[in-house]
């Protein structure tokens, strides 16, 4: 090779380097920019709330996770905007007396978002409509209808304060509603064990996040489709290890409910109630498990599945 060809060899592949180097440098923000604004990679508190908040954070220090107390707020969302009134509990509910009529029945929904009713004005909340229809179709009787929901909560915190606090009311009827993020949430925050004795709380130990997660969406994309990475900082398989472990502590959970409650002839029922991917792909493994060990302990069931996916499926398409 001549000199003259060398050098021409070593400028080609310098100026190769330097054209690769500047697409880099104008692919990598161009690929951030553009999954910020798909949000492909969004958390849920991005896309509820704006701004990162690590799946690990344990909102409340209180064995009560419940809103400020006597409080009037507003939710809005892209979807919807309404009024949000706490009772003395931080309950979305009116503050119901502590005395009980003869003759009234008091039916008690306990759970996450979906008791609460994220998302519907308090009227329009499912509980309420369950009141007013016995009200309507049972003549001489009278049900009350008492919702002690909070949005992001679990079934830990829930039993908590259905044991300290909620008992006093006096329900005939507990109704536990379930879904999958429960089991998501019990992998994050713990069991039982999270309760210390001082009324603290202390959530399970954060893995610590992959380089980058929190402050690049990019960072995410190479995360999650290379190497395998969720949400909650982990990879799928390990995901799915911890979630079997979840599983299991609610399992044990559902039978303390079903101690206690049967202690003071109290009815105790699991409501399953999957998630709309669920209903979609058809697929409710973990809720199916749920649902076997609460028959084999004899603990009623109310399966909202099948009326879910029928539906689902019978909806008009256009």
């Not at 492909?40 to 996770?65: M, N």
Request: glycine share 4%.
């Amino acid at each position: 090779m001549t000199l003259i060809n060398y050098v021409h060899s070593k400028t080609r592949f310098r100026n190769t380097i330097i054209v690769v180097l500047i697409s880099i440098c104008l692919f990598i923000p161009a690929a951030e920019l553009t999954l910020r604004v798909l949000c492909t990679y969004c958390t849920y508190t991005e896309r509820i709330q704006g701004h990162f908040v690590s799946p690990y954070s344990i909102r409340e220090s209180s064995w009560y996770y419940v809103r400020s107390p006597n409080a009037v707020s507003n939710y809005q969302a892209q979807e919807f905007d309404y009024e949000i009134r706490t009772n003395s509990l931080g309950l979305r509910d009116i503050e119901h007396p502590l005395s009980k009529p003869p003759g009234e029945l008091r039916i008690m929904a306990i759970g996450d978002s979906f008791t609460e009713a994220k998302g519907a004005s308090f009227e329009q909340t499912w509980l309420n409509q369950l009141g007013r229809t016995l009200n309507a179709e049972n003549a001489g009787s009278r049900f009350r209808m008492i919702c002690a929901g909070v949005a992001a909560s679990d079934p830990f915190f829930a039993y908590r304060i259905l044991a300290d606090k909620l008992l006093v009311y006096r329900p005939d009827i507990v109704l536990l509603v379930v879904n999958h993020s429960d089991i998501l949430d019990a992998i994050v925050r713990g069991g039982m064990e999270r309760f210390l004795p001082d009324g603290t709380v202390k959530g399970v130990d954060p893995p610590d996040p992959p380089w980058l997660y929190e402050s690049s969406h990019f960072a995410r994309f190479i995360l999650f489709e290379l190497f395998d990475y969720t949400h909650h900082l982990i990879t799928r398989s390990e995901r799915d290890r911890k979630a079997q472990q979840a599983l299991e502590k609610i399992m044990r959970l559902l039978h303390e409910y079903n101690t206690l409650l049967e202690s003071l002839d109290i009815e105790f029922a699991l409501v399953i109630l999957p998630l709309r991917g669920e209903l979609k792909h058809n697929r409710y493994e973990k809720l199916d498990l749920l649902r076997e060990f609460a028959v084999q302990h004899q603990i009623d069931v109310i399966d909202t599945k099948p009326y879910l996916f029928k539906k689902r499926r019978c909806r008009p398409r256009f």
